[in-house]
């Protein structure tokens, strides 16, 4: 069945680090993907979504680039804050009900 | 606008008893899921509507049960409880299937003893 696989943390960085997190999934057709951030305490939101390869999703200065060839979705920053110490999920939706299947989780912390 | 409200916050169990973990979304928004969050590991998808009067299982349904009598409502049921039950559950809704974002509520601890 579909799966999504994430590297491993927690990931422990200064502030204005560069950051990768790496994401791969396994998929039969052509599943939409997602990177959600849980602060902690709290539910999970949407930080950046793909829809088809190709696609890149960027917010709040993240990017993550829909590689079909390569079954990846890395998230990646520029520049980390302490604002942004949180678990990240990638996830890929399979298109039918939409439901989504999560990778276990990266906790990023970033020190001042 | 709420979002996804989920009560309670919080639940002590002992094991056999039952409860129900309460979901409401003010969104107007068609498909609704509900997932578990153990320890160190992601979400995993316990039920889930495309609609009212329309439910389907996911990854883990055995012990829970649900209802969709609502657009609104989307309660989570568990019978018996099991210790394997504690975890932290997630309702969330989106407005359809899966290109679409899903908005989660705050989530409810739940501790079977």
């Known amino acids: 069945g579909d799966s999504v696989t994430q590297m491993e943390g927690p990931v422990t960085l200064s502030e204005e680090a560069f950051l990768t997190i790496n994401c791969t999934y396994t998929a039969t057709g052509y599943p939409s993907l997602f990177w959600y951030v849980q602060y902690p305490g709290e539910g999970l939101q949407l930080l950046l979504k793909a829809t088809k390869a190709d696609d890149k999703g960027s917010n709040k200065g993240f990017e993550a680039t829909y590689r079909k060839e390569t079954t990846s979705f890395h998230l990646e920053k520029g520049s980390v804050q302490v604002s942004d110490s949180a678990v990240y999920f990638c996830?890929?939706?399979?298109?039918?009900?939409?439901?989504?299947?999560f990778g276990q989780g990266t906790e990023l912390s970033v020190k001042p | 606008n709420a979002g996804v409200t989920q009560t309670p916050k919080f639940r002590i169990l002992k094991i056999g008893q039952s409860m129900t973990l309460q979901c409401t979304q003010d969104?107007?928004?068609?498909?609704m899921y509900w997932y578990r969050q153990d320890p160190g590991m992601g979400l995993k998808l316990i039920y889930y509507?495309?609609?009212?009067?329309?439910?389907d299982k996911g990854e883990v349904p055995n012990g829970y049960n649900v209802s969709r009598s609502t657009t609104e409502d989307f309660p989570l049921r568990l019978e018996l409880a099991a210790p394997s039950q504690t975890s932290v559950y997630f309702c969330a809704s989106s407005y359809s299937g899966a290109t679409y974002e899903q908005y989660f509520g705050p989530g409810t601890r739940l501790t079977v003893t």
């Open positions: 509507s495309v609609g009212a009067g329309i439910t």
């Open positions: 996830a890929l939706s399979d298109n039918q009900g939409g439901k989504l299947i």
């Open positions: 969104m107007n928004h068609n498909y």
